[in-house]
């Protein structure tokens, strides 16, 4: 068996382990799932220039066949054995694998929308979320649940972020832009179709995101509404009503849509949170694994061999996925070094 | 059925949430306004628990208002009603009772303020307890539990469900009826977690309407406030805000055709009664095809009639919106004279001039 063991084959995962087997590096790459790739596959396009995200993923296309990687599909981490060394992970089916070191990129989850209750998700079929309307764009193909073309669609920002009532109080940052990039995507393939974003407020962090979202209003006429929504509603056709107050004017509003797209926030993903828990890694406030500090140590755990990378310590774009994958491997590469002086 | 509710197939968080709802040995707080306005309802609860459910009860003549329409009314200090609501306890307390059961939606909503106030800030108790003393001599403890009345239906349901006479059925049609259910606001928007099925989607009627054979409408103001918002009608003034807003939950739940209206709050029970009369008579609008309004029933008075209590007995002449065709509905067996007769009575006079 490889000793430098990666876990989690999403693009935080990949890049790790392409970068340490262009270093020479063998590793023993490690997947829950039957496919490599984690949620980028979910989405057709990627904001800010709409690059598909299929152009990405294929940047690691022939990383399966590099005679240096041992790829595990299916295996599911359950533990890791401090006592030996290197250290031991044990899979669900009982493989035992060496991790020196050991480098977690196990990713996110988005936040179920069904607990927002008010917002009809699970209750309403109307009501979907950006990851459901993400495979809608890349199949090209924009349906309400009964088949008709929307005439009209809300989409409704930080749902599970900034949300002190679903213990989530953090900004998932990359919602905003999304909503931006999503609502483009769907009036460039229904351009009749009418779009309002209800926000908290807008960050558009990014260079050029700002540029996206004057695009947005100027070129395809998005309509912005800065509230958050109180309550979703079905009428006797099965169109909704949403309910919302207009922050900037004062009032509330009441609308009739045909589609609610919940922009879902990035989450802690269940299984980095029992992996924490059972393997006494640290976890931070918002249950994302807690790196050694925020500023020049982001990808290194508090115990000595054990890196983060990607989307594990929080909310990332896919840019800052890779960046923050390679840092992670440059640290462990380091880590190495220092091991054989 | 399009408009049918489809909550079944559909996975809601709070479906799963119960809270603790005591089984037995209830002290009974009742309403203010009730036994005016509806004067059967409590009763029948009363013997449902002895006659059906064979659980030991204790109505105590001592107990006086929770001031709940004056603490919304802003005319009753905070610590005047903290001091009432220990008093209250108190009396529980000297009765040996611990399970608090509440008939109105504004006590529950009372009482579960007070004590998550006293929860959250124990200096308020500590204040409360001093006041108590100092005013009446007497001191106290909390309750154990403290469930609102229709919680305690919603637990036997399916008990009260066996001893059914009539279904929630058409008679003529065998069709179930279809009934809207309206809870009131303080049931679980201020706690979802003291209410059967939270804020959004609260189950405690719905779940009845379901376990004895009826339809459950979902309609887009499901949730929206009956009216009453306390100063809202209180104040004169603002007496239309009350009207406007049952109008909205009528002309939502209207197209669904609704067989009737089933609350569980002595307020939402008498807005969604009489403010359908006060649309008939100043506007001429009805809500019902056959131009009898919407009846409004409430938990134990549905109850009650399922179990073939007489519909005299429990005072449903005294509804303003006539009930009679939800009876025949249901196929009910009484004195529709003698009903008439007393429904003409209670109702003297109450023409509303244009």
Redesign the interface.
């Given at each position: 068996m490889k000793k430098i063991a990666v876990i989690g084959g999403g693009i935080a995962g990949l890049e790790v382990s392409r970068l340490l087997l262009q270093e020479g590096l063998p590793v023993t790459l490690i997947e829950k799932g039957s496919r490599l790739g984690g949620n980028l596959r979910n989405y057709a396009h990627l904001f800010p220039d709409f690059t598909p995200s299929d152009e990405i993923l294929g940047n690691y296309r022939f990383l399966p066949s590099n005679s240096d990687l041992q790829l595990l599909m299916n295996t599911q981490i359950e533990s890791i054995d401090f006592s030996t060394q290197p250290y031991t992970l044990h899979s669900k089916d009982g493989i035992a694998i060496p991790a020196d070191p050991l480098i977690i990129a196990t990713g996110y989850q988005v936040f179920d929308a069904?607990?927002k209750?008010?917002f009809g998700y699970?209750?309403y079929d109307g009501v979907i979320t950006s990851v459901e309307l993400e495979k809608m764009i890349k199949q090209h193909h924009i349906v309400t649940p009964y088949g008709k073309i929307p005439r009209r669609i809300a989409f409704i920002h930080c749902v599970g972020s900034r949300d002190a009532k679903v213990g989530n109080s953090y900004c998932s940052r990359l919602c905003c832009i999304t909503a931006i990039k999503q609502a483009i995507e769907t009036k460039k393939l229904l351009p009749e179709t009418e779009i309002f974003c209800f926000y908290i407020d807008l960050r558009m962090y990014g260079l050029t995101f700002e540029e996206l979202y004057l695009n947005a209003q100027k070129e395809y006429n998005i309509q912005f509404v800065r509230g958050r929504l109180s309550?979703t509603?079905?009428?006797?056709d099965?169109r909704l009503?949403i309910k919302a107050e207009d922050t900037l004017i004062g009032r509330p509003l009441q609308m009739k849509a045909d589609m609610l797209v919940l922009m879902v926030g990035m989450e802690a993903s269940d299984f980095s949170k029992q992996f924490a828990y059972h393997n006494g890694l640290e976890i931070g406030d918002h249950g994302f694994f807690q790196p050694l500090n925020q500023f020049n140590a982001r990808s290194k755990s508090q115990k000595e061999g054990i890196f983060f990378a990607g989307t594990s310590i929080g909310p990332m774009s896919v840019a800052e996925t890779i960046e923050h994958a390679r840092a992670a491997a440059l640290s462990a590469i380091s880590y190495l070094k220092d091991k054989e002086y | 059925m399009?408009?049918n509710y489809t909550?079944p197939s559909?996975?809601?968080?709070?479906k799963d949430y119960v809270k603790n709802i005591p089984d037995d040995d209830y002290f009974f707080f009742r309403s203010c306004i009730r036994q005016t306005f509806f004067p059967g309802a409590e009763q029948a609860f009363l013997f449902i628990l002895k006659n059906h459910l064979h659980k030991n009860y204790f109505d105590d003549p001592r107990l006086t208002t929770c001031t709940g329409i004056g603490y919304h009314s802003d005319i009753i200090p905070l610590e005047t009603l903290h001091t009432l609501i220990a008093r209250h306890f108190s009396i529980m307390n000297e009765s040996g009772y611990s399970n608090l059961i509440i008939s109105c939606v504004t006590t529950f909503g009372v009482m579960t303020e007070v004590l998550n106030t006293w929860h959250e800030f124990p200096e308020t108790l500590e204040k409360t307890r001093k006041n108590l003393l100092k005013t009446t001599g007497r001191t106290f403890e909390l309750p154990k539990a403290i469930a609102h009345a229709s919680d305690i239906i919603y637990l036997y349901k399916d008990e009260i469900g066996k001893q059914l006479v009539y279904q929630l059925v058409n008679k003529e049609t065998s069709e179930p009826l279809k009934v809207v259910d309206h809870v009131g606001c303080h049931y679980s928007k201020i706690f979802p977690h003291h209410g059967i099925g939270?804020a959004?989607?609260p189950k405690v009627l719905s779940e009845i309407i379901k376990a004895w054979g009826g339809e459950v409408i979902?309609?887009?103001?499901?949730?929206h406030c009956c009216g009453f918002g306390f100063r809202q009608y209180l104040i004169k003034e603002s007496r239309g805000y009350s009207l406007s807003h049952a109008q909205i939950k009528f002309e939502s739940m209207q197209?669904?055709h609704p067989d009737f209206i089933l609350t569980n709050c002595p307020g939402c029970n008498m807005f969604m009664d009489r403010w359908q009369y006060v649309i008939q008579e100043t506007a001429g609008k009805v809500y019902s095809s056959d131009g009898n309004g919407i009846p409004v029933l409430s938990y134990e008075e549905l109850a009650a009639l399922l179990l073939g209590y007489d519909p005299i007995q429990i005072g449903l002449f005294m509804h303003q919106t006539e009930v009679l065709p939800l009876l025949e509905k249901l196929g009910i067996q009484f004195d529709k004279n003698e009903y008439s007769k007393l429904r003409a009575e209670s109702h003297h006079n109450t023409k509303i001039s244009r």
């Open positions: 069904k607990l209750e008010e699970g209750i309550e509603s079905e009428m006797i099965k009503i | 399009a408009q909550e559909k996975k809601i968080y709070w939270g959004e989607f979902d309609y887009p103001e499901r949730r197209p669904y």
